[in-house]
Nanobody, 121 residues
């Protein structure tokens, strides 16, 4: 089982990025996939989740209306489209897989290496 986040980078405030999570070793039908982020000196926080089976999307209040999570069951990938980025979105972003949707990092079963997102002018 492997997950790998990619697509991070440096972007100006108001800009956009699309993160990708490449998944191997299991089907998206059996795991919820979540994006977390961790800024320096802060705890890891859940950003968005796409559930297994129906693929229901959930978002943290801080990103609702700006971020969109989606999944491609054929390619076995999950994406996080991030628009109207703010300096407060600066963090390392991780994708993780869990047996059920949860906003707790402790409930995730598998983690990928993170990708750095920096929002700065």
């Amino acid at each position: 089982v492997q997950l790998q986040a990619s697509g991070g980078g440096l972007v100006q405030p108001g800009g956009s990025l699309r993160l990708s999570c490449t998944i191997s070793g299991f089907s998206l039908n059996y795991y919820a996939i979540e994006w977390f982020r961790q800024a320096p000196g802060k705890e890891r926080e859940a950003v968005s989740c796409v559930g297994k089976y129906r693929g229901d999307a959930q978002y943290a209040e801080s990103v609702k209306g700006r971020f969109t999570i989606s999944r491609d069951n054929v390619k076995n990938m999950v994406y996080l489209e991030m628009n109207s980025l703010e300096p407060e979105d600066t963090a390392v972003y991780y994708c993780a897989a869990g047996y059920s949707s949860s906003w707790s990092a402790a409930d995730m079963n598998y983690w990928g290496k993170g990708t750095q997102v920096t929002v700065s002018s």
